[in-house]
């Protein structure tokens, strides 16, 4: 079993930055990918950003440019920066791992608050 610890969250003005860190422990055998995804109350959750082992970060066009994820393989820990924060990236971001085992689990971090507004 894999455990997602997620912080970095909290208000920020627009056009501001944060870091999000997503710091993973457990039966970690193989990993995967890893991503966050994003919901607002009453919308559809969105996935925001991903990135495979050994493969290339994928993102929403509505982040792109502006959000980069990054692996840090020595801690177990991935962190999404994200700059020039715009009201509508409003929402709890959830990080997520996948990661085997006999079998590919998926784990979820807690969820961390974003609200970007001024």
């Known amino acids: 079993q894999v455990q997602l610890v997620e912080s970095g969250g909290g208000l920020v003005q627009p056009g501001g930055s944060l870091r999000l860190s997503c710091a993973a422990s457990?039966?970690?055998?193989?990993?995967?990918?890893i991503g966050w995804y994003r919901q607002a109350p009453g919308k559809q959750r969105e996935l925001v950003a991903a990135i495979p082992a050994g493969g290339n970060a994928a993102y929403a066009d509505s982040v792109k440019g502006r959000f980069t994820i990054s692996i840090d393989n020595a801690k177990n820990t991935a962190y999404q920066q994200m700059n020039s924060l715009k009201p509508e990236d409003t929402a709890v971001y959830y990080c997520?791992?996948?990661?085997?085992?006999?079998?590919?689990?998926?784990?979820w971090g807690q969820g961390t608050q974003v609200t970007v507004s001024s």
């Open positions: 457990g039966r970690i055998f193989t990993f995967h990918a």
């Open positions: 997520y791992a996948d990661t085997g085992g006999r079998h590919v689990t998926r784990d």
